[in-house]
Nanobody, 124 residues
């Protein structure tokens, strides 16, 4: 069974940057499109970014376009999310998962077992 471990979150001031990492054990990411999602307090988990396999194309939520960059290193079985120009509204727990396009064209996680996520807090 795959285990996803997110890391790299923290407290940062608005305008700052963070780089999140997602590592997997028990299964390789190779062959899977991968994505990042986030969940803010009191809100549902939402899509943030997607990268195809082997990484030729990316896709972002409008709210992060131009500020976040997703990348992958299949040799390390790791996916990254570089977050620049952070805003207080980016505050959330961030999760990664393999992704697929679900009903209605939305991205959804493939692996049923999500990781614990990593907390990102942006102060104003």
């Amino acid at each position: 069974q795959v285990q996803l471990v997110e890391s790299g979150g923290g407290l940062v001031q608005a305008g700052g940057s963070l780089r999140l990492s997602c590592a997997a054990s028990g299964r390789t990411f190779s062959g899977y499109p991968m994505g990042w999602f986030r969940q803010a307090p009191g809100k549902e988990r939402e899509f943030v970014a997607h990268i195809s396999w082997p990484g030729a194309s990316t896709n972002y939520a409008d709210s992060v376009k131009g500020r976040f960059t997703i990348s992958r290193d299949d040799a390390k079985n790791t996916v990254y999310l570089q977050m620049n120009s952070l805003k207080p509204e980016d505050t959330a727990v961030y999760y990664c998962n393999a992704v697929r396009v679900g009903v209605g064209g939305t991205y959804e996680g493939v692996f049923a077992s999500w990781g614990q996520g990593t907390q990102v807090t942006v102060s104003s």
